[in-house]
């Protein structure tokens, strides 16, 4: 796995600032050609100008370091590097071919208007600093990396190194650059420094090149203050104690600082490597992986408890294809919707599916992932996966006993009522019966009884009368309860139901999709009367695609609020759906085409819809299956 080790901001800050002042010198001095002021061209009179190109060069890589620091647009960095490598590649071509290209003098012909005695050609040891440092910040990415530092930290200790040098050649007299040359050089590759110093994605405790680059800069500023000595008419081997005197003094707190540095690094490598193992105990005993996903590049990381959970320990790389084959087929296309809609829109998601291992056992993935856009504004995802394979499973041993102890009680409920039922009517019935069957006994007789028959009849009708009250009473028993008028947030509650039909659906092999609007209204109502109808529609939707084989088995629940301010709910299914004429007769009671239906779920849902003032739809889909609608007036 990768990781950040802390980005310290201050060599951000150096690295700007150091860019910035490069920029700075550069700009001063071009303008000083402009305007003809050799103050600022050459410092002293009498010592040498810095040329125009040299100038342009920094103020281009000023511009460029400062971006590189910033994190600034990569086509400033790319420009700018490239016009200086391009130049200084030439530059040093003319010297080692005594040509002239004309480069020289591409700003103007810069000895006429200072009224300078030699034309303007930059130092060879300028140009090859220049060209080096150009290289090697065109080669820089935005975010430094382990091989970019190395090459911007060798290079700048070079640069520094010369500029360091060719500031003490002054005191000798040896004109390695023109004296602001050397001071913006030691600028420049200051700068280079401090943002190889800003190491990322190295888990190396110190920065390799460092020691090679105090070697090499303690190299060169020696070499160039005992030449600058040299020059200046000392005797070389006379210099040798006071030139080891100084090495030591200046190599001590270098050492110094790199052996603390070291160390530093080492205790921080060792903390990052000790929370590291604390995180990956916690992945395996919460058994939840970590991932980021880079959706242009495709490119996946994984933490290793992710590879425990999908059982992938020895692929290496892991793409989408390698997961997808993993997924259950019947989640597969579920997966894509939501894995493309997430490369399209750049949202948030939150997904579950199985996936099946290679000994064919089932796992229930649960996954969240949030959109994290990385440093150059790619989409970027980072989120948790989690292995909920043992909860889902008690769940669903829950639901299925749930759903059992559901049947169980219907039955009972149907049983006791019809006992009731036949208890209280058997009893007018047979009166009804004996009174009839007197009365026709009455009615055969010779003579016949007229008024006994009257009379049996009469306590015929009252038995009817008894009968139909019974039954009156008992509707009025299961019609008339008025429901309970709660706030029902109608999102909330359909939520709670999918929760609980999870288990159900996903044995159906039903993939459920919602679209819940925003900042929905409550209703008044009774939760509980409405979430009966809202599993009753979706088992229903359930039960129409149970035949279906040759498409996905899909449900979108989805609420919206209507024109007429009516807070509506819909349950749109694949399934069989049924004719158009036959629309209202799915809810008349007792109307069932199953084989063990019982044709009352949806005349009970219509009540329970009209006894909340709202209205229960149905309606055939343009293609398969059908949808099942109920509006309901939202609570003022
Ligand atoms: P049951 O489910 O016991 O048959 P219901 O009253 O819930 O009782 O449904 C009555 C009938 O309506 C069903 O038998 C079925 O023919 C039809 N029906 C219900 N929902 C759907 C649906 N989503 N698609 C097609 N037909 C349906």
């Not at 016949?448 to 009469?458: D, K, S």
């Not at 009352?600 to 299956?625: E, K, Q």
Request: proline share 4%; aromatic share 6%.
């Amino acid at each position: 796995m990768t990781q950040s080790v802390g980005e310290t901001s201050w060599s951000t800050r150096l690295a700007a600032g150091s860019g910035v002042l490069v920029f700075v010198l550069g700009l001063s001095v071009l303008v000083g050609w402009v305007s003809g002021s050799r103050a600022l061209i050459q410092v002293l009179p009498d010592l040498p100008p810095m040329t125009r190109n040299t100038a342009a060069c920094f103020v281009l890589l000023g511009m460029a370091l400062s971006a590189l620091a910033l994190r600034g647009p990569r086509r400033v960095v790319i420009w700018c590097a490239g016009v200086v490598s391009a130049l200084t590649a030439l530059t040093i071509i003319q010297r080692f071919l005594q040509l002239d290209t004309g480069i020289d003098e591409i700003l103007g012909p810069s000895y006429i208007n200072v009224g300078l005695v030699f034309r303007g050609r930059m130092a060879p040891g300028t140009a090859v600093c220049l060209a080096t440092a150009s290289i090697a910040l065109a080669l820089s990415p935005t975010r430094v990396s382990s091989r970019a530092a190395m090459l911007l930290g060798l290079n700048g200790s070079i640069v520094t190194a010369f500029g360091v040098a060719a500031i003490v050649g002054f005191l000798g007299g040896a004109n390695l650059a023109a004296l602001h040359t050397a001071i913006g050089l030691t600028l420049l590759g200051f700068g280079m420094l401090s943002l190889a110093w800003r190491v990322d994605a190295d888990p190396a405790p110190t920065p390799r090149w460092l020691p090679l680059s105090v070697v090499v800069a303690v190299v060169a500023a020696t070499l160039g203050l005992w030449r600058a000595l040299f020059l200046g008419g000392y005797e070389p081997f006379a210099l040798l104690p006071s030139a080891v005197l100084l090495v030591g003094c200046v190599l001590a707190p270098i050492f110094a600082l790199t052996v603390y540095l070291a160390q530093r690094g080492h205790a921080q490598a060792e903390a990052l490597r000790r929370s590291e193992a604390f995180l990956a105990h916690a992945q395996n005993v919460s058994r939840t992986g970590s991932f980021a996903w880079r959706v242009a590049s495709g490119e996946i990381t994984l933490s290793d408890e992710v590879y425990r959970i999908f059982q992938l320990e020895n692929v290496r790389p892991v793409t989408l294809a390698t997961i997808n084959e993993r997924v259950h087929p019947d989640d597969i296309p579920a997966l894509y919707e939501v894995i493309g809609r997430a490369q399209r829109e750049g949202h948030d998601f939150e997904y579950e599916h199985r996936m099946v291992m290679p000994d064919r056992s089932i796992k229930y993935l649960h996954m969240v992932a949030q959109v994290a856009r990385n440093h150059d504004g790619r989409l970027e995802y980072i989120g948790a996966i989690q292995d909920v394979t043992a909860r889902r499973v008690s769940e669903e041993a829950l639901a299925q006993a749930r759903a059992e102890l559901t049947r169980v009680a219907r039955a009972t409920t149907l049983g006791a009522l019809t006992a009731s039922i036949a208890h209280e009517v058997s009893q007018p019935l047979s009166g009804i019966l004996t009174n009839a069957n007197t009365c026709l006994r009455m009615l055969i007789a010779d003579p016949p009884n007229i008024e006994g028959a009257r009379e049996t009849v009469r306590r015929a009708i009252r038995d009817g009368d008894r009968a139909t009250d019974v039954i009156v009473r008992l509707r009025a028993m299961f019609r008339k309860e008025e429901p309970t008028k709660d706030s029902v947030d109608i999102n909330d509650s359909v939520k709670e139901v999918l929760a609980l039909s999870r288990g159900e659906l996903r044995r159906s092999g039903v993939a459920v999709r919602t679209e819940f609007a925003m900042g929905l209204p409550a209703v008044a109502g009774d939760r509980v009367q409405l979430q009966q109808v809202m599993l009753n529609l979706l088992l229903n939707a359930s039960e129409a695609m149970s035949e279906v084989h040759d498409r996905p088995r899909q449900v979108l629940v989805a609420t919206t609020l209507a024109d007429d301010g009516h807070v509506r709910l819909s349950v749109q299914d694949s399934g069989v759906g049924f004719l158009p004429e036959a629309a209202e007769r799915l809810f008349e009671a007792f109307y069932t085409t199953k084989e063990s239906g019982m044709g009352v779920g949806l005349s009970v849902s219509r009540s329970i819809i009209d006894r909340h003032g709202g209205r229960l739809w149905a309606m055939p889909n343009a293609v398969y299956g059908a949808t099942f609608s109920f509006s309901l007036p939202a609570l003022a």
